[in-house]
């Protein structure tokens, strides 16, 4: 049985020194890794074969065995990024206030890394490169655990890790793996508080609801997003049906992807056979309230069916649309508090004011005006890269990126100060 | 028995309220509470007697006693507390980050309110209106837990919150007070994560770990403080005298009093004796190490003894300073790693670079230079008032004040952007 302690001494030892690291040392590692990467390319499809066999044997699904394959050319995507990364820049050491007291004394808050990260995560072996790079560049260090279903490929990647941090002369202790399948020791990770910071999960809505309810430390939750449109009577009719198709059809599997829209009464007439229509063509079927489902029953090639109880608190994350006809802001706004997850929520209007009162009134994570909600996404949204999508409202909400793996220290300097 | 939950769903209805408030009606609810505060000076002084006829009669200590006690004068303190709170700048919908994106979105980072605060503490009486009024300005309810000893003085305490509260015309539940004492209620309370968003323990070590082990939601854990003060072989004596005497004697009950002075071997000679003498007037006895004891032992009033084996890791709170002779910055730095609370340690020196190295390499919540370990104090870093001082990483670091009870949302607009 592995000794967590063991990883969190070691983490915690290893920490100070990627703190304390150079953006010109960290970049190094992250370029050493993505070559390490590159140069054992055979090693690392070798050890990922083994979890695919594994996977067919256990009758995994063609798609969740898609999700952990590894190529050549996925292998060659995840050494970009980690080159990605290293051309962000640095957030340690960024003075982001100051001033000069009046008794005196200067202060200036500084972003320091957090520490330790403890990283729960599921299927996908990239999550593994890709939280290494955003950690390593953050100055933080990392307790990574992953998927029982790619424990062969993550083992190798960890291998690479650690090397590349070592030609960076970098303890290589500041990414670790935790190499055995134990349930277990999820729970004893989430206890270990004297040595890990920062809990992240990456998964489905049980795994951050273990974390939250089992972790001593904070957890970044969110991922999860029940995501509303708004579709004022002022919008534009052929605009709106356009980004209601991109919320919707772009991308179905991924939790910025839309779920419901409600409709004002006075445009619902025009707009939803024009919406049903269109995105039937994407495979799209519905489930529409009593007021909108007549306005798209029947149409040719169009699945409606009327929304049963619990449709408007679904996150589809599929080819399913929720629709709602409301009588106006008031009604969208009350149903959004009612249903929404916080995650990305927006109005599609021609009116200013509406515009103003939505976003002031709507407590999401990201509230958009004229925009489809997948835009709430690091790269989208200028951060580089992406470690998680917070909805829980403390530290950081929405996309987090380098910075908001940062905590901050008070550098306070005076002249031999005393306190009145 | 109260039904926390319900308590929970009434403070979460009223968030909303809260959340949107105009600032000119949170200020209104304000000073409608220190109006209403002096109005019942006299029902608030008479359950507070209860409360200290209870504690005489279990047998609490005079200190305690002062500390539960209040009198016209304190009433008028904690009115005049109030009125300050109201005339700080409000966080809530300030911008503090926008821009236009290259695919044409512009986004801003608005602060909101976090939502429903739990606060636990202890004894003094103040801190409910204290809590009260910085919930209220920031936009936030708050569900309060007090001590058992001042359960009187709270109860008539939230009556006049709640009375100010709707005077403005805000819900009276943005501030609900537990009312019994059970101390399984507060087990119940860090288990409310549907209804309760952070919680904030004001108290001793023990409170904290109990917090931390037991919420599911975030928890700002802070107020301990071994505070170190490093006197490097090139600081102004004189002055580093009445540095250390300031951070040790001005208030030596405070978690940023200083615990532990570090002394460079070339000026330990000249330094300690002065220390020892000048200290030893307000009281102060020693405990050094082996190489610090023989410099300050002998000396006419001065109390020295050889420092435990515990004594580098305790918190004093009391007239008492370890004292401890080291070689250099590395042995400094080194020795604070390994026994401070991160709270707040400090360097006194006349070289720039030894500074620049301190403040860099120490990972502490407020790393000073040249200046007491008192300043770390919401009021004297400007904030204006104070909730809490945290000592953990995540959210906020150091004294928090009325801006780290907020959190912030993406509010992005566009033209009918789709994501490509």
């Known amino acids: 049985m592995v000794e967590l302690t063991e990883l969190g001494k070691q983490a915690r030892a290893a920490s100070r020194a990627l703190a304390l690291a150079s953006s010109e040392r960290k970049n190094r590692a992250l370029l050493a890794i993505a070559d390490c990467l590159l140069e054992n390319t055979g090693d690392v499809l070798a050890a990922n074969a083994l979890d695919l066999e594994a996977g067919r044997q256990a009758g995994l699904s063609e798609a969740l065995?898609?999700?952990?394959?590894?190529?050549e050319k996925r292998v060659r995507g995840m050494a970009a990024?980690?080159?990605?990364?290293?051309?962000?820049a640095d957030p340690v050491g960024e003075v982001f206030e100051e001033a000069d007291l009046e008794n005196g004394l200067h202060y200036r808050k500084v972003r320091v890394a957090v520490g330790v990260l403890g990283v729960i995560y599921e299927a996908r072996p990239n999550v593994t490169l890709d939280v290494s790079g955003l950690a390593i560049k953050s100055g933080n260090c990392a307790i990574l655990r992953g998927g029982s279903e790619t424990i062969h490929s993550n083992r190798a990647l960890a291998r690479v890790v650690q090397a590349g941090l070592r030609a960076a002369e970098l303890p290589g202790e500041a990414v670790q793996m935790i190499e055995e399948t134990d349930r277990k020791l999820v729970l004893e990770l989430l206890q270990l508080d004297e040595y890990v910071d920062l809990i992240i999960p990456r998964g489905g809505a049980g795994l951050h609801d273990f974390c939250r309810k089992n972790a001593r430390m904070p957890v970044i939750t969110g991922g999860i997003g029940i995501c509303h449109l708004y579709i004022d009577e002022?919008?534009?009719?052929?605009?709106?049906?356009r980004v209601i198709q991109n919320a919707k059809v772009q991308r179905p599997s991924v939790c910025n992807a839309l779920d419901t829209i409600l409709v004002h009464r006075e445009v619902a007439a025009r707009l939803l056979p024009a919406v049903a229509q269109r995105l039937a063509q994407d495979g799209v079927s519905f489930r529409a309230d009593p007021e909108a489902l007549p306005l798209m029953a029947g149409l040719p090639g169009v699945a409606v069916q009327a929304a049963g109880p619990r449709d408007f608190d679904t996150e589809w994350l599929s080819l399913v649309l929720g629709v709602k006809v409301v009588g106006g802001l008031d009604e969208a706004i009350g149903h959004i508090a009612a249903h929404s997850t916080g995650h990305s929520d927006g109005i599609l209007t021609g009116d200013a004011e509406a515009a103003r009162a939505f976003t002031a009134r709507v407590d999401s994570a990201a509230v958009y005006v004229n925009a489809s909600t997948r835009f709430t996404d690091g790269s989208q949204l200028g951060l580089g890269a992406e470690v998680a999508i917070s909805t829980q409202r403390l530290?950081?909400?929405g996309p987090m990126g380098l910075r908001e793996l940062t905590s901050y220290k008070w550098v306070i300097e005076g002249n031999y100060h005393v306190r009145p």
């Open 81 to 88: 990024d980690l080159r990605a990364v290293a051309a962000l």
């Open 395 to 397: 530290h950081a909400r």
């Open 65 to 71: 065995l898609d999700r952990l394959m590894l190529n």
């Open 234 to 241: 002022s919008a534009d009719l052929d605009a709106a049906v």
